[in-house]
């Protein structure tokens, strides 16, 4: 298990072999399967000139290891790797990504949809949009919200 919290940039295909090749050389593991995820910042009506990302690295990190490890135990991950950038980010920029080991796709892909789930709505980081008009925080949205329904 690796988390990982930032402000550098990461280069996601160098980040999902290297987590591929440590997960599938052993046998241990036993990792038929791995499936990853990127999140970038979305400018979709072209106004976005930053996110901002703050959060509380003795609160940040624990909640989303405590996040991963309750994804491994359901789901018998063979590993899992979880980045998440904070400071200011132009739009286009890696914000995350979520990498999941698992021997069978099945299991891979829902301890994936499960952490990026719990990210978007449960990870404590404070996001404001800075735009061409102003700042606002970002509110959390019904839809992410609706999203954790499954898992309880």
Known sequence: MV???QEWAFDAGAE???FSA????SKVNGAGAVVSFTGVVRDTDDRLIRMEIEHYPAMTGPAIEAM????????????ALVIHRYGA??????????????R??????????YLMDFLKSRAPFWKKEVTKQGATWVAARDDDEQALDRWT
Request: charged letters at 15%.
């Open 89 to 102: 980010l132009e739009p286009g920029a890696p914000i995350m990504m979520v990498a999941t080991a698992a």
């Open 104 to 113: 069978h796709r099945a299991d891979a892909f829902a301890a994936a949809e």
């Open 16 to 18: 999902l072999n290297r």
């Open 22 to 25: 440590n997960v599938t050389s």
């Open 3 to 5: 988390v990982r919290l």
């Open 68 to 79: 991963v490890d309750h994804a491994t135990g359901c789901w018998g991950l063979a590993g």
